[in-house]
């Protein structure tokens, strides 16, 4: 038996608790398995819950809710949150700026300046990686939190691809 598109929206909306500032709980002692929202148009927004002694929860599971003649569709896909995002930016644009004002220096005499840019480029790649780990494994656990969900409502869950 397949388990109705409200159904699954109530289940996932009791999973979850609001979000604090920029969208991250500042305890993980919730009873709630995501912070997050949900919308009425069925679509919705969550992460893990994050607390100070924890590693940051740098993924956002969205998704939507379709109806189908069998019961629902979940969609869901997954993204960077808008801080990480931010952060990169941040970072790139640091050394974008350094170069732009590095190489020109090293062409007019200093070459020595372009070791500036390469170790500033390597501290940049080095601060990237971690994103990239914490996100792999943030990922995984918010895939098995919402299939746990999903399956009780009654559903079952299928994979694609």
Partial sequence: ?????????????????????????????????????????????????????????????RGKIDPTEDGALVSVRYGLHPAVLISRSALLGFLVLTAVVVIPASFAGAPELLWVLAVFAFIIALMWLPYGWLARADRAKLRADLETTLRRTGSTVRESG
């Fill in 1 to 61: 038996m397949e388990a109705s598109p409200d159904r699954v929206a109530d289940a996932i909306a009791r999973s979850l608790a609001q979000g604090g500032i920029l969208g991250y709980s500042l305890t993980d002692s919730t009873s709630a398995v995501f912070v997050g929202k949900m919308a009425n148009n069925r679509t919705f927004d969550l992460r893990r819950p994050r607390g100070f002694a924890t590693t940051p929860r740098v993924v956002v599971l």
